[in-house]
């Protein structure tokens, strides 16, 4: 259930606003389409909101009538596209992921952190039979994944335990449940190395390993990942084969990052 209480403050905060936005996320991959009565009890809100919420966001096109409840429509990608296109992400990533993928025959994502998980922000994939389906928007908890570790260990260490007090949102339970001291000594690792792995620690099958993308001034603004089967690839091939080309594409999206945010932008008189 999303926590409404003392959220916002002030005379300005738009409540009405932020109900909305509470219906939108209550939607999820294993809940495509959702009740009234499932989506108040999500959020929170009483039906008769959250009845005028879904006249609302129906009116404006972003869900639909499903049966005997409510589906989000394709327009609801605008609010995410508009975010991963504003940063031209994909645009500068993609023709290096492209490439990587080629080199692996693996998938590779991107990913960037939102609370206490993760989401893909681009993504170019292989056809494999894999335990969880992951697309552009996807969230998983942080510290499972190869992705959030990095993210997770790019952060300075007294702010990682503020991050991790935000609930995941991503409706799944990982299979690594670290301590507070197990994650730390996990981080303090990827610090050293550069990069993480993740062993099966999301979900079976799955391993991983990932690295940061940087900008001109050395900071971590995404993660980068090559994803394969545990039972077609071993660690050793993972890291011994995919993971000097991952880096190596990481380094090239950073540098074109870089290249393009020193590039000054054009005025109009």
Request: no cysteine; charged share 20%; proline share 6%.
């Amino acid at each position: 259930m999303t926590d409404t209480a003392g959220r916002g403050a002030g005379p300005d905060f738009i409540e009405a606003l932020a109900r909305g936005l509470d219906v939108l996320r209550s939607f999820r991959p294993a809940t495509p389409s959702m009740t009234l009565s499932e989506i108040a009890g999500v959020t929170g809100l009483a039906r008769p909101t959250v009845r005028r919420i879904l006249i609302t966001l129906d009116a404006l096109g972003y869900v639909r009538p499903a049966g005997r409840g409510y589906a989000l429509t394709p327009r609801v990608l605008e609010l995410g596209m508009a975010y991963v296109n504003a940063l031209s992400i994909w645009d500068l990533a993609r023709p290096h992921m492209e490439r990587l993928v080629a080199q692996t025959n693996e998938s590779t994502s991107m990913a960037q952190l939102d609370g206490s998980d993760i989401v893909y922000v681009a993504r170019v994939a292989v056809p494999k039979i894999v335990t969880l389906a992951v697309t552009i928007g996807t969230r998983f908890p942080a510290p499972a994944t190869s992705m959030g570790k990095v993210l997770l260990a790019a952060l300075p260490a007294a702010a990682v335990a503020d991050v991790l007090g935000d609930a995941s949102r991503s409706g799944i339970t990982a299979r690594w449940q670290p301590t507070a001291a197990e994650l730390e000594a996990s981080l303090r690792e990827v610090r050293a190395k550069g990069w993480a792995l993740a062993d099966q620690d999301l979900a079976p099958g799955i391993r991983s390993v990932a690295t940061g993308v940087r900008d001109g001034d050395g900071q971590v603004i995404a993660a980068i990942n090559v994803t394969v089967h545990a039972a077609e690839t071993s660690v050793d091939t993972l890291l011994e084969d995919h993971l000097p080309k991952l880096l190596r594409a990481a380094a090239d999206i950073g540098h074109d990052w870089a290249l393009a945010a020193s590039v000054p932008a054009a005025t109009v008189g």
